[in-house]
């Protein structure tokens, strides 16, 4: 299993005139704005939503931009000059300034709306009005939608300001956690995972925020200090910004009789999601409900892939809410987000995600999401009885796809063509006994080794003799059946293309953004160019600072082995 990139575009976007040209706003353009909206975009007030698709709202610019960072590989693969992320409009814009903006680039943003649900279960009462009809982005703000090399993008501020969504908060994002947004997205991608992508990074030099967080080495769970933190602004991007919790929302409307253009509203919001996310996959000859039999194929087939995927490289989402799920299927909210360390099937980074949200339990909470997409698609199926009933055998399939993706998975990373039941529940509990370090392990055993010495690096504490025994036995049946399928020196090479060699580690990832908010960027831009290539060996300067063991001093502390959400 290897992820090679896309070909690289050669630059040809080299002025902001020509990115403006660019533009194409089929969402606003297609969809229904919210009837009650203003104009001119400032809407920044909570406030109830009851009908259409979005909000347009103008974002707020920060107060003295300042470049932080931007995403060398993903400007390459649109054919944007790097130049133009130093471009004074183009900083403007993507800084929340959007008056920069001239035709046929608009300036106004646009918020979405959506539901929440949590492990299949709808919520209200979290929203202060308590009817659902506050629940959106609440400082997400789309500001440009366009074709760029045939494909179309959507690039969304994150801390823009507020929306009519926030729900009485600020609308804004601090720096700390904009960077590790920021080098999560693009570090994502080089994994091969599917993910929203990094644009651009900007920093107020004179605006800041306060937050709750950790003092310096508190073991505490929960943020004991307020900080001042700089407001930035980071931009990702994606096809589209879709979510399962936006098409609940359309579909408890329609349920509700919210209005007379609920389901029609439904129908819209899930025939745009076709057209931006589905569109090469399904057939457009096919009728309605036939479109949809084979788009809760194609998006049980993206998401069972996506969690596999998120368990081989150790990720863990930490509040995989509906809301949080994407309907392109591809991993989106950098927010309670960690890298498994020392391996714990129960590994939660977040302190308010709890066990459901946990390493291991992501097939499940999938599952959950999935069948809140699955039941609010349904909705539009109810003339149609063959439709619905194969659309129905899509959801009922879900589980079995679901463990299939992850055994073919755990198969990958072992270097087996199929799946080994005891042999892998073997492996997890030595493990877990032997408190092996995730990402070391699996890389060392790329290797192929013979003894177990070899694989002791990756040990976070020292085995008894009847330990290493176990292990010796382990390896032995492991080596045996690898051997059984073929070419060593070729099953260790796919196996190390699979298992990154460089994984995010919390503790290395906090100093660049410590760094950065006395305004030195150079440990971020350190990290980019590290984490851009995580399955290749590199420089042993490189190996000696990023693959190690987490030391003894970041076990338990806050803003490192756990964080809160504030951001």
């Not at 974002?59 to 133009?84: C, I, N, Q, W």
């Amino acid at each position: 299993m290897s992820y090679p990139s896309k070909p690289s575009a050669e630059p040809c976007v080299t002025t902001f005139d020509e990115f403006v040209h660019l533009a194409d706003y089929s969402l606003m353009d297609t969809l229904n704005a919210d009837p009650d909206a203003t104009v001119d975009g400032d809407d920044h007030r909570p406030r109830q939503v009851f009908s259409g698709h979005f909000v347009p709202v103008t974002p707020m610019p920060l107060a003295d931009p300042e470049y932080v960072a931007h995403s060398r590989t993903f400007f390459k693969e649109l054919g944007l000059s790097d130049e133009l992320a130093f471009n004074e409009k183009f900083r403007r814009v993507f800084s929340g300034d959007l008056s920069a903006a001239h035709e046929p680039m608009r300036q106004v943003g646009w918020a979405t709306g959506y539901a929440l649900s949590i492990y299949g279960t709808e919520y209200t009462q979290n929203c202060p009005f308590g009817t659902g009809n506050g629940y959106g982005d609440g400082r997400a703000i789309s500001v440009f939608e366009g074709i760029i090399n045939g494909q179309r993008w959507e690039m969304q501020l994150k801390g823009g300001g507020p929306t009519p969504y926030c729900r009485g908060g600020d609308g804004r994002a601090v720096l700390r956690s904009s960077v590790r947004e920021f080098l999560a997205q693009d570090y994502m991608q080089a994994l091969g995972v599917p993910t929203s992508r990094s644009l651009t990074l900007y920093v107020s030099k004179s605006e800041t925020v306060t937050r709750p967080w950790y003092s310096q080495d508190s073991y505490s769970i929960d943020p004991d200090v307020l900080v001042d933190n700089p407001v930035a602004i980071s931009t990702r991007v994606a096809p589209s910004f879709l979510r399962v919790g936006q098409l609940e929302l359309f579909a408890r409307r329609t349920r509700s009789n919210a209005h007379p253009k609920a389901l029609e509203e439904l129908s819209m919001i899930v025939s745009h999601l076709i057209e931006r996310e589905y569109k090469s996959d399904i057939n457009q000859s096919l009728g309605f409900a036939h479109q949809l039999v084979e788009l809760a194929k194609l998006f049980r087939q993206r998401l069972t892939s996506l969690v596999a995927n998120w368990l081989r490289v150790g990720y863990c989402q930490g509040n995989f809410n509906s809301d949080n799920c994407t309907a392109g299927g591809f991993t989106l909210d950098y927010g309670p987000f960690g890298f498994c360390e020392k391996f714990d099937p129960w590994f939660q980074p977040w302190t308010g995600g709890g066990e459901h949200f946990s390493f291991f339990n992501q097939p499940i909470a999938a599952e959950a999401n999935y069948y809140m997409f699955w039941k609010a698609v349904r909705l539009l199926l109810t003339e149609d009885a063959e439709a619905l009933e194969q659309f129905d055998e899509v959801g009922r399939g879900f589980s079995e796809v679901m463990q299939k993706q992850i055994q073919k998975m755990w198969a990958d990373k072992l270097g087996l063509t199929e799946y080994h039941p005891k042999l892998f529940e073997k492996l997890m509990q030595l493990m877990t006994d032997s408190e092996v370090d995730y990402t070391i392990f699996f890389r060392e055993l790329s290797h192929i080794p013979n003894d177990i010495s070899a694989l002791k690096k990756s040990f976070y504490i020292k085995t008894s003799p009847q330990l290493d025994e176990q292990w010796q036995s382990w390896l032995k049946s492991w080596r045996d059946l690898v051997i059984n399928d073929g070419n060593l020196a070729e099953i260790s090479t796919r196996m190390k293309q699979t298992n990154p060699k460089y994984t995010w580690r919390e503790w290395l990832i906090a100093p660049a953004y410590q760094q950065a908010m006395q305004g030195d960027y150079t440990l971020v831009e350190e990290l980019q160019e590290v984490l851009s290539y995580p399955y290749d060996e590199q420089s042993q300067d490189v190996e000696d600072k990023y693959y190690r063991l987490r030391p003894k001093a970041f076990f338990n502390t806050g803003g490192v082995s756990h964080y809160s959400c504030s951001s």
